[in-house]
């Protein structure tokens, strides 16, 4: 069993619908929570952390994490044809800088 | 958020040759900075841990001969891969930050003919 997992997608979704993105893991050690979004060709780009079970809003995104279901969701509202890229959720630890990614979700948003 | 840099973007070579890759953290300061191998449509796959004054942590698998790294200062780490053959040809990313946030450099894509 992978320590992160994550759905490849593809995931379609016309513009303007709400995605949710999602992660679940098995190891209750990860403390630290961070979604990416790969542009094609491109390096990660931060767009969430957190390293608390709830709710983190920044603009159209929500970052939320249950620790107790070991399950952590990104949420883009509003979606556009721009956010139409790969994302990743990456977990951390205390106890190393490492970070265990997700294998990502392709998204598209159509117009 | 903080920049990570990375050059060349780009570069072709011919088997046999070595390649050299910076990796530049422009705003602060990093210890510990980790590269990255990534294939078309694949995750990221954690190739090894450098570190400012000491020798990298490589992962299983991971060749220390073949992809050498030398963490120089606070802000520079360069991953040099040795007699680059065609099956190195991949995609190249150096990260840095702490534990709770770590910034991407934009990539390094390597070809080798």
């Known amino acids: 069993q992978k320590e992160v997992e994550q759905d490849p997608g593809p995931l379609s979704v016309p513009e303007g619908a709400i995605v949710s993105l999602n992660c679940t893991y098995s190891?209750?050690?990860?403390?630290?929570f961070m979604w990416y979004r790969q542009y094609s060709r491109k390096g990660p780009e931060l767009l969430m952390y957190?390293?608390?079970?709830g709710n983190k809003e920044d603009g159209r995104f929500t970052a939320q994490v249950d620790k107790s279901s070991k399950y952590i969701s990104l949420f883009i509202r509003d979606s556009q044809p721009s956010d139409s890229a790969t994302y990743l959720c990456a977990l951390g630890m205390d106890s190393s800088y490492k970070l265990i990614f997700g294998s990502g979700t392709r998204l598209l948003v159509r117009p | 958020g903080a920049v990570v840099s990375q050059h060349p973007s780009w570069v072709i070579c011919k088997s046999g040759t070595s390649v050299k890759i910076e990796c530049r953290s422009l705003?602060?300061?990093?210890?510990?900075m980790f590269w990255y191998r990534q294939f078309p449509k694949q995750s990221l796959m954690l190739m090894a841990t450098s570190n400012e004054g000491s020798k990298a942590t490589y992962e299983q698998g991971v060749e220390k001969d073949k992809f050498l790294i030398n963490h120089a200062s606070l802000t520079l780490s360069t991953l040099t891969v040795t007699s680059a053959h065609p099956e190195d040809s991949s995609f190249y990313i150096c990260s840095a930050g702490t534990r709770e946030t770590q910034y991407f450099g934009p990539g390094t894509r390597l070809l080798v003919l």
């Open positions: 190891n209750s050690a990860f403390q630290y």
């Open positions: 705003d602060f300061q990093a210890t510990t």
């Open positions: 957190t390293y608390s079970s």
